[in-house]
């Protein structure tokens, strides 16, 4: 298939994906905060942002952490690339420019949240966020469900499962690397460490799978083994790393780049060493991982799309030229 | 008189006035022609809301397919939805036989004209056309003297729009044979009357044209280079999403089921064309491109064109590739060598056009240009190297400034322009504010020219002027569309 193509499915379905995450994240540390006695709220509103790899950006716009301005940030800012709003349309055009590869389903799914998110009453959604959120991640579901179930297993398609699981793979990772040392550095006794963790768990979705594992014990080390190391629970690490792994498989046979970092990563994560397990130590082997995840995008892009995109300036030329051609 | 109408059951049609013009309708008399017998009962029978719901169903199936174009100028690119007129213009079996007897012989005139062109020059020569409106041609490609493409076919894709004067009678207004669009709406328009009128056509007997498509790929297959083999890679070339016609692209590639590709998808390696794909690079043996000649490659045209694909020219010129259509076929129909076609038709067939031309005033030729000057008020005048109702004054409608513009405009570059009396379009009965009006229509068959000849689906784009005694039908121009049904007895 066209390189282009593939490329532009993969970055449609981990925008989709970006978008739920984004969503997810805000919606946990929205309620988590109400009820936790969390001393300082804009430290934990800080955590958010530079979970997400934004704190430089954000700072150019706003002075103070407050639950205000990080949503607003997080959800519609024009200077936050990453804010649902832009993912949401980002992801809209990619499939715009693919619409006859991906079913009438998907297409009615991935616009229909383009224009939720688009119509929003942005101070109505700022005051009682939880409607909105689960709105977003209902339409982010719809649009992976349809994939699944009506478009073709074919080549597209595992472009779609790649982009959408790299992507899963990579923000369970941040999450655990910026909740874990949190959670460990609270005494066992303060009630906090449980609120931390339970937030840890929801902002995986994964409060409930967890719970009928381990029961309602709480073990730091417990919950960062499920979260990456579970071959089981949809948004672990390696879970995601193999479902990746197998579509490059299915794409490409079981040579190349992409094949040898994404196996050994899988490799890695399955018959690695626990190793140091206090706060430093674990964030430090996830840093690891996170930057294994990067090496296994750049392999999939130099193997699959070797794209050649246009610089920023040149964009509105070429719209121009497309406009006045025929 | 509104109870008279009433009377006769008929709220809507009843009180259809076809007025002065040649009505595709009703006759001079009043009465419904015998082909639009069946139509017209039907909507003498119609109720007012029966036919709200009609034009709701019509609305939806346009709005879930997101058929739609872009009209530049509006704001950020919006997606309008292509107004369509849910009342069929119907063409009885003999006057389509006319019709189709005389595209066909047009086209093959005017393939043959291009090959003479860019060959011996032979018509050139014999001066039957006048040799400096060639040259002068913006659209001639020096670049391709020499070049036969496969089949010597250069216009596979045609559109040639057609408009009847006040006596009924066919005429050809221009030839599309660069990128002509609008194929989409046909084939949609049709899908959309169906579930609209589905009875009627049970018993109308209404050709069918859904094989477009295929007949389209079957014409690209036979142009393919003699080193393809016996089942060629064929692409769809689109200048990408932003383009007016991006959505007939994306439908006819689908349609086909063949790729389409944006100019970054190709790459010439050693004069060949290949697509970029997750396994590599694969040879292609046909382009049909929807690229104007201006940008389709940077090394050979304009530099700064970021749609096109260096070096396919030269992988054109060495025949390993096939562009369709060709590069270079606007000199055809460069609207100063328009007035020619009935005369390349004599010389390179010996038979006498069947369809004739509108007649028209070259501003390239003294005499004519004294006319253009002197009638502006009457005429219709065009700039020969724009299409799509861009660049154009219509004389009796147009203030006196705009009239003194482009007297000064004409004079300044005569080569530039040509001018045509105002043509006295025909009307048909077109659903607009409310009511049944006479809208002026035109009707733009498409002709297809592969390497064992020609194909004309039955049928074609009917578009209409909408606004209120305008006669420019373009769909840039906020005209519409009409399904057009064939007899086939």
Same mark, same amino acid.
């Not at chain 2, 107004?83 to 389509?96: C, K, M, N, S, Y």
């Not at chain 2, 590709?261 to 064309?273: A, F, I, Y």
């Not at chain 2, 270079?328 to 004739?356: C, H, N, S, W």
């Given at each position: 298939?066209?390189?282009?193509?593939?490329?532009?499915?993969?970055?449609?379905?981990?925008?989709?994906?970006?978008?739920?995450?984004?969503?997810?994240?805000?919606?946990?540390?929205?309620?988590?905060?109400?009820?936790?006695?969390?001393?300082?709220?804009?430290?934990?509103?800080?955590?958010?942002?530079?979970?997400?790899?934004?704190?430089?950006?954000?700072?150019?716009?706003?002075?103070?952490?407050?639950?205000?301005?990080?949503?607003?940030?997080?959800?519609?800012?024009?200077?936050?690339?990453?804010?649902?709003?832009?993912?949401?349309?980002?992801?809209?055009?990619?499939?715009?420019?693919?619409?006859?590869?991906?079913?009438?389903?998907?297409?009615?799914?991935?616009?229909?949240?383009?224009?939720?998110?688009?119509?929003?009453?942005?101070?109505?959604?700022?005051?009682?966020?939880?409607?909105?959120?689960?709105?977003?991640?209902?339409?982010?579901?719809?649009?992976?469900?349809?994939?699944?179930?009506?478009?073709?297993?074919?080549?597209?398609?595992?472009?779609?499962?790649? %982009?959408? =699981?790299?992507?899963?793979? !990579?923000? +369970?990772?941040?999450?655990?690397? /910026? &909740?874990?040392?949190? @959670?460990? $550095?609270?005494?066992?006794?303060?009630?906090?460490?449980?609120?931390?963790?339970?937030?840890?768990?929801?902002?995986?979705?994964?409060?409930?799978?967890?719970?009928?594992?381990?029961?309602?014990?709480?073990?730091?080390?417990?919950?960062?083994?499920?979260?990456?190391?579970?071959?089981?629970?949809?948004?672990?690490?390696?879970?995601?790393?193999?479902?990746?792994?197998?579509?490059?498989?299915?794409?490409?046979?079981?040579?190349?780049?992409?094949?040898?970092?994404?196996?050994?990563?899988?490799?890695?994560?399955?018959?690695?060493?626990?190793?140091?397990?206090?706060?430093?130590?674990?964030?430090?082997?996830?840093?690891?991982?996170?930057? %294994?995840? =990067?090496?296994?995008?750049? !392999?999939? +892009?130099?193997?699959?799309?070797? /794209? &050649?995109?246009?610089? @920023?300036? $040149?964009?509105?030329?070429?719209?121009?030229?497309?406009?006045?051609?025929? | 008189?509104?109870?008279?109408?009433?009377?006769?059951?008929?709220?809507?049609?009843?009180?259809?006035?076809?007025?002065?013009?040649?009505?595709?309708?009703?006759?001079?008399?009043?009465?419904?022609?015998?082909?639009?017998?069946?139509?017209?009962?039907?909507?003498?029978?119609?109720?007012?809301?029966?036919?709200?719901?009609?034009?709701?169903?019509?609305?939806?199936?346009?709005?879930?397919?997101?058929?739609?174009?872009?009209?530049?100028?509006?704001?950020?690119?919006?997606?309008?939805?292509?107004?369509?007129?849910?009342?069929?213009?119907?063409?009885?079996?003999?006057?389509?036989?006319?019709?189709?007897?005389?595209?066909?012989?047009?086209?093959?005139?005017?393939?043959?004209?291009?090959?003479?062109?860019?060959?011996?020059?032979?018509?050139?020569?014999?001066?039957?056309?006048?040799?400096?409106?060639?040259?002068?041609?913006?659209?001639?490609?020096?670049?391709?003297?020499?070049?036969?493409?496969?089949?010597?076919?250069?216009?596979?894709?045609?559109?040639?729009?057609?408009?009847?004067?006040?006596?009924?009678?066919?005429?050809?207004?221009?030839?599309?044979?660069?990128?002509?669009?609008?194929?989409?709406?046909?084939?949609?328009?049709?899908?959309?009357?169906?579930?609209?009128?589905?009875?009627?056509?049970?018993?109308?007997?209404?050709?069918?044209?859904?094989?477009?498509?295929?007949?389209?790929?079957?014409?690209?297959?036979?142009?393919?280079?003699?080193?393809?083999?016996?089942?060629?890679?064929?692409?769809?070339?689109?200048?990408?999403?932003?383009?007016?016609?991006?959505?007939?692209?994306?439908?006819?590639?689908?349609?086909?089921?063949?790729?389409?590709?944006?100019?970054?998808?190709?790459?010439?390696?050693?004069?060949?064309?290949?697509?970029?794909?997750?396994?590599?690079?694969?040879?292609?043996?046909?382009?049909?491109?929807?690229?104007?000649?201006?940008?389709?490659?940077?090394?050979?045209?304009?530099?700064?064109?970021?749609?096109?694909?260096?070096?396919?020219?030269?992988?054109?010129?060495?025949?390993?590739?096939?562009?369709?259509?060709?590069?270079?076929?606007?000199?055809?129909?460069?609207?100063?060598?328009?007035?020619?076609?009935?005369?390349?038709?004599?010389?390179?067939?010996?038979?006498?056009?069947?369809?004739?031309?509108?007649?028209?005033?070259?501003?390239?030729?003294?005499?004519?240009?004294?006319?253009?000057?002197?009638?502006?008020?009457?005429?219709?005048?065009?700039?020969?190297?724009?299409?799509?109702?861009?660049?154009?004054?219509?004389?009796?409608?147009?203030?006196?400034?705009?009239?003194?513009?482009?007297?000064?405009?004409?004079?300044?570059?005569?080569?530039?322009?040509?001018?045509?009396?105002?043509?006295?379009?025909?009307?048909?009965?077109?659903?607009?504010?409310?009511?049944?009006?006479?809208?002026?229509?035109?009707?733009?068959?498409?002709?297809?020219?592969?390497?064992?000849?020609?194909?004309?689906?039955?049928?074609?784009?009917?578009?209409?002027?909408?606004?209120?005694?305008?006669?420019?039908?373009?769909?840039?121009?906020?005209?519409?569309?009409?399904?057009?049904?064939?007899?086939?007895?």
């Amino acid at each position: 298939m066209l390189s282009r193509v593939a490329e532009s499915l993969f970055w449609t379905a981990r925008y989709v994906e970006r978008a739920e995450d984004v969503t997810r994240l805000l919606d946990v540390d929205y309620h988590a905060l109400l009820d936790a006695h969390v001393a300082d709220h804009g430290e934990a509103w800080h955590r958010l942002v530079s979970l997400l790899g934004e704190d430089a950006a954000y700072r150019e716009h706003y002075d103070a952490f407050t639950a205000q301005n990080v949503a607003e940030w997080l959800l519609w800012h024009d200077g936050n690339p990453n804010a649902v709003v832009s993912c949401v349309t980002t992801a809209r055009e990619n499939a715009r420019s693919v619409r006859e590869q991906i079913s009438g389903e998907m297409w009615e799914a991935i616009n229909g949240l383009f224009l939720l998110v688009g119509r929003a009453n942005r101070r109505a959604v700022t005051r009682g966020p939880h409607a909105f959120f689960e709105q977003v991640r209902n339409g982010a579901h719809r649009f992976q469900g349809c994939a699944d179930a009506t478009m073709t297993h074919g080549e597209p398609y595992e472009f779609i499962q790649l %982009g959408l =699981h790299l992507e899963r793979a !990579a923000t +369970t990772v941040r999450v655990v690397r /910026s &909740r874990y040392p949190l @959670a460990v $550095a609270l005494a066992d006794d303060d009630p906090a460490r449980a609120y931390e963790l339970i937030a840890l768990l929801k902002s995986c979705s994964a409060f409930e799978a967890y719970v009928k594992r381990h029961g309602a014990t709480f073990e730091p080390l417990d919950i960062a083994e499920a979260l990456v190391r579970s071959g089981q629970f949809p948004r672990a690490a390696l879970y995601c790393l193999r479902t990746c792994a197998e579509a490059v498989a299915r794409i490409a046979g079981d040579q190349g780049a992409p094949q040898r970092v994404l196996g050994r990563l899988c490799a890695d994560i399955e018959y690695g060493e626990t190793g140091d397990a206090s706060g430093a130590g674990v964030a430090a082997t996830l840093g690891e991982l996170l930057a %294994g995840i =990067h090496r296994a995008g750049d !392999a999939l +892009t130099k193997a699959f799309f070797s /794209s &050649r995109a246009l610089p @920023a300036s $040149a964009v509105s030329i070429q719209e121009g030229q497309q406009q006045q051609c025929g | 008189m509104t109870e008279h109408a009433t009377d006769q059951g008929a709220g809507l049609i009843a009180g259809y006035d076809a007025g002065a013009f040649f009505d595709e309708m009703i006759d001079a008399s009043g009465a419904a022609r015998p082909h639009y017998r069946a139509l017209y009962d039907r909507l003498a029978a119609l109720t007012d809301d029966g036919l709200q719901e009609r034009i709701r169903t019509a609305n939806a199936f346009f709005q879930t397919q997101g058929i739609g174009f872009t009209v530049y100028g509006d704001q950020a690119g919006t997606d309008r939805i292509f107004p369509f007129d849910l009342i069929p213009r119907i063409v009885p079996a003999d006057e389509w036989a006319h019709i189709e007897g005389g595209l066909a012989q047009r086209i093959r005139a005017l393939n043959l004209f291009l090959g003479d062109v860019y060959g011996t020059q032979r018509i050139l020569a014999e001066g039957v056309v006048p040799a400096e409106l060639v040259f002068g041609s913006r659209n001639l490609r020096r670049e391709l003297m020499g070049v036969e493409p496969p089949g010597g076919v250069y216009a596979h894709v045609a559109g040639i729009d057609l408009i009847r004067d006040d006596e009924g009678r066919y005429l050809v207004l221009e030839d599309n044979l660069r990128t002509p669009s609008g194929v989409s709406y046909m084939l949609e328009s049709r899908q959309a009357l169906k579930r609209i009128f589905a009875s009627l056509f049970d018993r109308s007997g209404v050709r069918g044209i859904d094989q477009y498509p295929r007949e389209l790929l079957e014409t690209l297959r036979s142009v393919a280079p003699t080193g393809a083999g016996g089942d060629p890679t064929i692409v769809l070339l689109t200048p990408g999403a932003h383009n007016s016609a991006y959505y007939e692209h994306s439908f006819l590639a689908r349609q086909m089921g063949i790729e389409l590709v944006e100019s970054r998808d190709l790459v010439v390696h050693r004069n060949r064309v290949f697509t970029r794909t997750t396994s590599g690079l694969q040879r292609v043996d046909v382009v049909y491109r929807r690229i104007d000649d201006d940008y389709l490659d940077p090394l050979a045209f304009r530099p700064d064109s970021l749609l096109g694909v260096p070096g396919i020219l030269n992988a054109y010129r060495a025949g390993t590739v096939t562009l369709a259509n060709a590069v270079g076929t606007g000199v055809a129909d460069d609207k100063a060598l328009y007035p020619y076609v009935p005369a390349m038709i004599r010389f390179y067939l010996e038979q006498e056009p069947i369809l004739p031309n509108v007649p028209t005033y070259v501003g390239a030729i003294p005499d004519d240009l004294e006319v253009i000057l002197e009638r502006i008020d009457e005429l219709v005048v065009k700039a020969v190297d724009q299409s799509g109702g861009y660049g154009m004054l219509i004389g009796p409608a147009a203030t006196p400034e705009e009239r003194d513009e482009f007297r000064k405009r004409v004079s300044a570059e005569p080569r530039n322009y040509v001018a045509q009396p105002t043509i006295a379009l025909s009307r048909h009965p077109t659903f607009v504010r409310g009511g049944l009006y006479g809208c002026h229509v035109d009707l733009r068959p498409f002709v297809l020219s592969g390497a064992e000849g020609v194909r004309i689906v039955p049928g074609g784009l009917t578009r209409t002027a909408l606004r209120e005694g305008s006669l420019v039908v373009n769909s840039s121009q906020g005209g519409g569309s009409k399904d057009t049904w064939v007899l086939d007895a």
